[in-house]
């Protein structure tokens, strides 16, 4: 399988012209990756002079480790989630990045001070904090409407079908939440053979009802097209189809399952001097703020903070919209990057088997 993947990939591969007098980013597509490109992507190619440009992928992840281990790295920065971030780093996939290399906050504030808690690791570092959220539409479910993670479940109160993500991850601390484990527990129980079986008998309960999606942009989709009555989704996918393109949507914030967004240089990218230039840039006081404009994903510097965001639209004042606001955090669970670097391909395997019963 790992060299049908190698093979695979190293073909799609040329399809990103990897040049040394070009910036290759890869990220995830959408609406996120349009944020990237317009907040990060063109002004530092502008700034710079040196010509940079977005490819997509459903998980860069999974390329990079292809990538790497076939010898044939096409992209310089990529968007991995945090736990990726970590396993990569791990396994001699990813170039180290000094935080000291990192330029201080737009008050002077020293990187390693300015960074929230976790923000920067050995070999990355976060360009926004996202979160796992469920969504509703709000012409299609009137009068008593969900407002907790058990909602997502209660196929009697909210009967219809359910948009989920096709992995363990994330979808396995919601059922745990759903099924009444504090979020402060929430990985000291799924760490159990018995908090396993927990969460799967609680997937199980709506298991005939789901409509699996993948990609990002797909669970803003099913909710649009009707296929479902509610789908768990990234909050600034369903942010973008609500507030950019009018979309009756309504983000239920309980259960949230937050994490840091992460750019990281895989080992041997053809451009690492710039790709480190790139990520200084991007993730400078206003390169996070810059991306906060465009996408609902709170900036991980604390000098970010300290004003106002508006988003691009000149009027939407993004601080409730965020993951961080306080008033969203009621009910919140960051992810444990060290327990899916651990359970990862262990989890899988089981929601796999799952999946085929």
Not at 96 to 116: E, H, Q, R, V, Y
Not at 138 to 165: C, H, N, Q, S, Y
Not at 287 to 296: E, F, K, N, P, V
């Amino acid at each position: 399988m790992k060299k049908l993947l190698i093979l695979s990939t190293a073909l799609t591969g040329l399809a990103f012209s990897a040049s040394a007098q070009e910036l290759t980013v890869m990220s995830w597509g959408g609406a996120y990756g349009e944020a990237q490109t317009e907040a990060h992507v063109k002004p530092w190619a502008a700034a710079s002079g040196f010509a940079a440009k977005m490819t997509d992928s459903d998980n860069p992840a999974t390329p990079i480790k292809a990538m790497v281990e076939a010898g044939n790295v096409t992209i310089d920065v990529a968007s991995i989630e945090y736990a990726d971030a970590i396993r990569l780093c791990d396994e001699g996939m990813l170039e180290p990045i000094d935080i000291n290399s990192l330029p201080a906050g737009a008050d002077g504030t020293p990187a390693a001070d300015d960074f929230l808690a976790g923000a920067v690791t050995e070999c990355a570092v976060s360009t926004d904090i996202w979160s796992n959220v469920f969504a509703y539409d709000t012409t299609k479910i009137t009068g008593t409407v969900p407002t907790t993670a058990a909602d997502f479940f209660d196929l009697e109160k909210f009967p219809g079908k359910r948009g989920l993500k096709k992995g363990p991850k994330a979808v396995l601390e919601f059922a745990l939440i759903a099924d009444g484990v504090p979020v402060g527990e929430v990985y000291n129980v799924l760490g159990t053979p018995e908090g396993v079986d927990r969460a799967f008998a609680k997937l199980d309960t709506i298991k005939s009802e789901v409509v699996w999606w993948e990609a990002g942009s797909q669970a803003p989709q099913l909710l649009a097209d009707g296929e479902v009555a509610m789908t768990t989704a990234y909050n600034g996918r369903i942010f973008n189809a609500a507030i950019a393109e009018s979309k009756p949507f309504q983000i239920v914030w309980d259960g949230q399952i937050y994490e840091n967004e992460m750019y990281a240089i895989p080992k041997g990218a053809p451009n690492k001097d710039k790709a480190l230039e790139f990520i200084a840039y991007a993730t400078s006081t206003e390169g996070l703020r810059a991306q906060a404009t465009y996408i609902s994903y709170g900036p991980a510097r604390k000098s970010a903070l300290k004003e106002e965001l508006v988003y691009k639209d000149g009027k939407t004042v993004m601080g409730p919209h965020l993951p961080t606001a306080p008033e969203n955090m009621g009910n919140a669970l960051e992810t444990s990057a060290d327990f899916w670097v651990d359970r990862n391909a262990e989890l899988n395997e089981r929601f796999n088997a799952w999946l085929a019963q």
